[in-house]
């Protein structure tokens, strides 16, 4: 049977470089699906998959070879329900581009002086990326046009709306839809965002979804622990010391149970950093800079703080709380066993958890071992 590769799947030689160099070995299944097709078809399309699985080279490669280069102006648009996902998808943008003759790409987003996104705006650029909000209050002032734009992306579209964006997304839509394509990416296709795709996408959109039981990256091992909560912090500072030299993410719930554990492990002289809501912007790009590089060796997030976060190589994450909505539990684990790695997703569980762990064995269609 023929091997499938970008170079079988139609992706442009020029890209191809830029491909070999990031390291990608071989396309995902949503990548598979989606870039044959939005490369060779003009459509509206919505894509159905889980975080981790490859979704942003799937819209992002066939958006750079539609872009006319010569061209300065803003001809595609990618909205992001977070800036750390704003600052995922521009990266790999940059690296994808690295061969294009005069392509360019600018994130924008809330947490960062408006003032600074309007300098990198005055410079030629075709691909936006950028979370609503801001975006709304860009194109308030006149500081952007999308009179050329002909593809717009939403990426996590269902976070989108979960974070209250729907309005904002349904202004812009409004702006764009009639003289443009719309590419919708989602984890989950909840009604209101059903709602969305039949008012602006068109009704012979093309649909793709990742079949069931690959839902969940297969590259993931799920274990589970069961512990008292007023013992926890213990446990994890026990477990910590069987992983010298392995780097992770511990998730939780909440600001103060993050800045709890962050505040613990600091004390025991741990390399260890913190994402949350309260932090500033520049402090949370600082620990992702810092956990990226290898200068921390672990990071506490809440679930919002972590969105976009890819970290190559990353050894394990560890639920020190389980998420209230069980999606944020595949996003999650999805932070590791990455581009095709093996990865390693850990609960710590109160016994009257366990439910919850039955259930999404169930729902997600896989299966958690017991650490004893």
Known sequence: MTQITFKTIGVPEYILKSIDEIGYKSPTEIQTLVIPYLLEFNSDLVGQAQTGTGKTAAFSIPIINRIDS???????????????????????????????????????????????????LSRPTQIIVATPGRLIDLLERNAVSLNEVNTVVLDEADEMLKLGFQKDVETILKKTHLNSFTWLFSATIPNNLE????NYLSKDAKRFQISKKNTVNLD?????????????????????????????????????????????????????????????????????????????????????????????????????????????????????????????????????????????????????????
């Open 195 to 198: 709602l969305i795709i039949s």
């Open 220 to 372: 993931i091992e799920h274990q589970y622990f069961i512990c008292q909560p007023k013992v926890k912090i213990e446990y994890l500072q026990m477990f910590l010391k069987t992983q010298p030299k392995k780097n992770g993410i511990f998730f939780t719930r909440t600001k103060a149970s993050a800045q709890f554990v962050y505040d613990k492990l600091l004390k025991n002289n741990l390399n260890v950093g913190v994402l949350h809501g309260d932090l500033m912007q520049s402090e949370r790009e600082k620990m992702i800079r810092m956990f990226k590089k290898g200068t921390l060796q672990y990071l506490v997030c809440t679930d919002i703080a972590a969105r976009g976060i890819d970290v190559k190589g990353l050894s394990f994450v560890l639920h020190y709380e389980l998420p209230d909505d069980i999606e944020n539990y595949t996003h999650r684990s999805g932070r590791t066993g990455r581009a095709g790695n093996k990865g390693i997703s850990i609960a710590f569980i109160e016994k009257t958890e366990l439910r919850k762990i039955y259930k999404m064995e169930g729902l997600l269609n896989i299966k958690f071992s017991q650490i004893k």
């Open 70 to 120: 010569k061209n300065s102006a803003i001809q595609s648009l990618i909205l992001a329900p977070t800036r750390e996902l704003c600052q995922q998808i521009q990266k790999e943008i940059f690296k994808l581009t690295k061969y294009t003759n005069g392509v360019f790409s600018t994130a924008v987003y809330g947490g960062e002086k408006i003032e600074i996104q309007l300098s990198k």
